[in-house]
């Protein structure tokens, strides 16, 4: 029973000499990936038309309303660059409509999906206001697909020429929607997510992540308290190596069991970015095949309809 009884505490006291003491900056940020990720990923979903809204009426109708003529398509492009997105230089050249905008060439330059719409010389926002996002939208409309093929009416879709005509225009969104994926999935992840003000709050808890975070955080996150998963992820990955606060803490910490942790919590988040770059590669291999493809369809497909009337025409039937 003694034996038993000495055997146990030696376990207990082993326990407490390896057990790693909980940090509430480095398990908060796993604690909250999941809802970050699943959080984007449905934004993003949210972005195919019909889908997620824009306040601004004539924008949220050229992303979400049956496709109108090209004219129109142009038309509505044109307003929509004057109302929100005119240059200085637009303005200084008396463009009509144009107003002056916080946010030039939000809607044509592709600053607006990375580091969020803005006057030139602006910092990185990795989570962007409700505006950014807008802007970020009509970047995508417009480099992407800002003419979609225009629809058709009931009637017209009853007839043999309207059901050839809807077909050609499914394998024509099919292509589009592989274009857009990325460039949704960029949008999304810049969006604040479900419970990243609680995730805030636990971040500041750690002094040096409490300063890295004051220091590089984005206005929006400093403002309303929230936070995207791509800057989520920036934190993560920046607030050691780039954390002087960081370097300043862990310089003067003797524990091996703390150093251990940080190498462990640094280790397994290495491996989630290894699984993002596996995942981003399937896409690019996805997109490089339909590119291939287009291609093809472009060159080869055009002679083989070709030779295939020369045949029909031999009447070898």
Known sequence: MALEVQRQQEMDQVARETELPIDPCATSSSNYAVQAVSGAASVSSSLRPGGAHVSYTPLDKALNSPAPSVEA????SASIHADNYCTPLEVQLGYPGCKASQ???????VDSVFIGAG???????????????DAARA???MSIDPQPPESINKAEAGTEAGKLYIAMQKAYQANMSSAIKPMNDLIGSRQP?????????????????????????????????TMSLAELEDFEA???WKNPYWHIEFGAVADPTKLL???????????Y?????????????????QLLAANERGTDRTAIETQLQRVRATNAR
Do not use: C, W
């Open 119 to 133: 006057v030139p010389g602006k910092g990185v926002d990795l989570t962007f206001t409700q505006q950014q996002q």
């Open 193 to 225: 997510f479900n419970g990243s003000a609680q995730l805030i709050q636990e971040l500041k808890q750690s002094d040096a992540a409490a300063q890295y975070f004051n220091a590089t955080a984005s206005s929006v996150a400093k403002s309303t308290g």
């Open 238 to 240: 920046g607030r050691r």
């Open 261 to 271: 942790r940080e190498l462990l919590f640094a280790t397994a988040f290495q491996v």
């Open 73 to 76: 398509s142009r038309r509505a």
């Open 139 to 141: 970047y995508a409309r």
């Open 103 to 109: 946010m030039p060439d939000g809607d044509a330059d």
């Open 273 to 289: 970015q290894t699984h993002e770059h596996v995942e981003a590669q399937r896409q690019t291999n996805l997109l490089l095949g």
